[in-house]
C-alpha cells in the first residue's frame, strides 16, 4: 500500500513538473512573439513618421490580426481573451468593409503605437528584479503605458469626435452590427488599458510602500 501511494504521489510530481515546464515554455513563446510584435510596431511607427507613408501600417495591423487570433487560443485569462478578441474585431472590420488607409492612418497609427508599451512589458520578465535597470525598464513601461494606451488612445481613436464615429459615419452608416463591431472593439479595448494601468498603479505604490517600510526599519 505504502508503495503504491508512493507511486502515485511521484506520478503526481511528475505531472507537476511537466505542466510547470509546458506552462514556462508557453509563457516564453508567448513573450518571444509579443516582443517581436512590439518591435515592429516601433519602427513601423519610425517609418510612418519619417516618410509619412502607411504602407508599413497596413502590414502591421494585419500581422497584430494574426497574432491577436493564434494567441487568443494560448491566452488563459479572460482581458487577454476580449483584448485579441477586439483587435480581431478592429481588423476585421477595416479588412471587411475595405476602409481607405488615407481616411484611418492616423487611426491604425495610434492602434499600433499601443503595442510599443509591451517592450518594457516582456523586459520585466528577463530583467533582474534586484537591478536597477528592473526598476528604469519598469518607470519606462508606466509612462510609455500611459501616455500610448490611456492619453493618446483617448483622443486619436475613443473621444466622441475621433475617427472612430467619422469612419463608421462613411463607411457602414446603414450597418448597424458592422458600426457596433468596431465603435464596440475600440471602447472596450480602452477601458481594457485603463483597468491595466490600474493594475500597475497599484503595483507601484505597493512597491514604493513596501521599500518605505524597510527604509523605517
Known amino acids: 500500500m505504502n508503495k503504491k501511494s508512493t ?21 516564453h513563446y508567448h513573450n518571444l512573439a509579443l516582443f517581436t510584435v512590439s518591435c515592429l510596431s516601433l519602427l513601423g511607427c519610425i517609418h510612418y513618421k519619417i516618410t509619412n507613408s502607411s504602407i508599413s501600417l497596413y502590414y502591421l495591423i494585419q500581422i497584430i490580426w494574426v497574432y491577436a487570433f493564434v494567441d487568443l487560443f494560448n491566452a488563459h485569462k479572460t482581458d487577454a481573451k476580449i483584448h485579441h478578441t477586439c483587435v480581431l474585431g478592429l ?12 481616411d484611418i492612418h492616423f487611426l491604425v497609427y495610434s492602434f499600433i503605437q499601443t503595442e510599443i508599451s509591451s517592450i518594457s512589458l516582456v523586459l ?3 530583467i533582474n528584479k534586484k537591478s536597477v535597470y528592473y526598476y528604469v525598464n519598469a518607470i519606462v513601461l508606466y509612462i510609455l503605458f500611459f501616455k500610448f494606451r490611456i492619453y ?6 475613443v473621444r466622441y469626435d475621433s475617427i472612430l464615429y467619422t469612419t ?10 458592422g458600426s457596433s463591431i468596431f465603435i464596440v472593439s475600440g471602447n472596450v ?11 500597475l498603479s497599484k503595483l507601484f505604490y505597493k512597491k514604493i510602500m513596501t521599500n518605505k517600510s524597510n527604509e523605517d526599519v
Open 7 to 27: 507511486y502515485v504521489n511521484n506520478g503526481d510530481n511528475f505531472n507537476i513538473i511537466v505542466k510547470n515546464n509546458n506552462t514556462s515554455a508557453i509563457v
Open 91 to 102: 481588423v476585421s472590420y477595416i479588412n471587411y468593409f475595405g476602409i481607405d488607409y488615407k
Open 124 to 126: 520585466t520578465y528577463y
Open 152 to 157: 493618446d488612445f483617448y483622443y486619436n481613436i
Open 168 to 177: 463608421t459615419n462613411k463607411y457602414t452608416p446603414d450597418n448597424f452590427v
Open 189 to 199: 479595448l480602452y477601458i481594457l488599458n485603463v483597468y491595466w494601468f490600474i493594475l
